[in-house]
């Protein structure tokens, strides 16, 4: 009984061992996801924070953004500003030239997000989509 217990143990270890290396793998692929910006036009104002807070859009497009917070919020940037928005209100933003902008909520002002228009180098790595021609 002693050896088929050692057979398990080294077994179950070999297992863990992969699992954690599979986990590892995954783990690396979603960071680099959640280093780089989202790839969506859509942003809710959610527990005093921008949601997702970095996003990445191609030219031209139209950002949405959505307060479901019970508190005011604003969209706020040398660009751009929404004014007050109150729960349920939405802000709208064409943009049209490739570029970073930084935003922030002027009632929080630690509430911060960032808009990537276009195949901007941020030096984040957002350029590893190199020859997929995803845009
Ligand atoms: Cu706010």
């Known amino acids: 009984m002693k050896k088929l217990f050692m057979i398990l143990a080294i077994l179950i270890s070999v297992f863990l061992a992969i699992g954690c290396a599979g986990n590892q ?3 690396g692929t979603e960071d680099n996801g959640e280093d780089g910006a989202v790839e969506t036009t859509n942003v809710i104002m959610e527990d005093i924070q ?3 807070a970095t996003i990445q859009i191609s030219v031209g497009d139209t950002v949405t953004w959505t307060n479901e917070d019970s508190t005011e919020h604003t969209v706020t940037s040398d660009n751009f500003d929404s004014g007050n928005l109150e729960q349920g209100e939405t ?3 064409t943009f049209n030239e490739a570029g ?3 935003y922030q909520c002027t009632i929080h002002p630690s509430m911060t997000g960032t808009v ?3 195949d901007v180098d941020t030096g984040t ?11």
């Not at 790595?125 to 845009?135: A, I, K, L, R």
């Open 25 to 27: 793998q995954n783990g």
């Open 116 to 118: 990537i228009v276009g």
């Open 100 to 102: 970073v902008y930084d």
């Open 50 to 52: 921008f949601k997702p």
């Open 91 to 93: 802000f709208t933003h």
């Open 125 to 135: 790595g957002n350029t590893n989509n190199d020859g997929t021609g995803g845009y």
